[in-house]
């Protein structure tokens, strides 16, 4: 079963341009949605996250836009730069206390100068 | 910056063989995880742990065991390593309050 599904699997954008991923949820005890993102040959690293009190965050060019009645929330990325090229993850975790984290299955964005 | 070490970086096995990765954090965070990633599936979780002597199943724990015999050091143990476990591996580690979760550099296993 499928915790957190991810949209579209790969995205292609012109520099410049607003690349936008999507993510959707099902369990409403998720409190914490963190993106992820990486480059070819590298390890994951967190990139922005947001907890719902607030269904907007932003840093920079990201921004995470969440939509808790509709349980969706989407990555902005801004004047996307040839250097923003990696795969990105979505992902959500319960208030658990220990954190468990589930991923989408990852968009790849490629930024075409 | 967290520091997480896998090894090995690369490992071949044979199928039936047994394989373990190991991991180590020198940043005393409580938590730490064993994910793999394959091409069309994102990051699974296998096994985590919270502290030393303690060992979750995530997702897909079948065929792996878990060792977390201190705070810095967590393995990833395949008693019969099948070829379906041919992946790359992560370790991880986090805090208790896991907002942020650190990445080892990986560990690409191939099973023949």
């Known amino acids: 079963q499928q915790q957190v599904r991810q949209s579209p699997q790969s995205l292609t954008v012109w520099e410049g341009e607003t690349a936008i991923l999507n993510c959707s949820y099902e369990?409403?005890?998720?409190?914490?949605f963190p993106w992820y993102h990486q480059f070819p040959g590298e390890s994951p690293a967190l990139l922005i996250a947001i907890r719902p009190v607030s269904n907007k965050k932003e840093d920079g060019r990201f921004t995470i836009f969440f939509n808790k009645r509709e349980k969706k929330f989407s990555l902005h990325i801004a004047d996307s730069q040839p250097g923003d090229s990696a795969t990105y993850f979505c992902?959500?975790?319960?208030?658990?206390?220990?954190?468990?984290?589930?991923f989408g299955k990852g968009t790849s964005l490629t930024v075409i100068p | 910056e967290a520091a997480v070490t896998q090894s090995p970086r690369n490992k071949v096995a044979v199928t039936g063989g047994k394989v373990t990765l190991s991991c180590n954090q020198t940043n005393n965070h409580n938590n730490m995880y064993w994910y793999r990633q394959d091409t069309g599936h994102g990051l699974r979780l296998i096994h985590y742990?919270?502290?030393?002597?303690?060992?979750e199943k995530g997702d897909i724990p079948d065929g792996y065991k878990a060792s977390r015999p201190s705070q810095e050091n967590f393995s990833l143990i395949l008693e019969l390593a099948t070829p379906s476990q041919t992946s790359v591996y992560f370790c991880?580690?986090?805090?208790?309050?896991?907002?942020?979760?650190?990445f080892g550099s990986g560990t690409r296993l191939t099973v023949l």
């Open positions: 369990d409403s005890t998720f409190d914490y």
């Open positions: 992902a959500a975790s319960p208030d658990t206390g220990y954190q468990n984290f589930y």
């Open positions: 991880a580690s986090a805090t208790s309050s896991a907002e942020t979760l650190y």
């Open positions: 742990s919270y502290g030393a002597g303690s060992t």
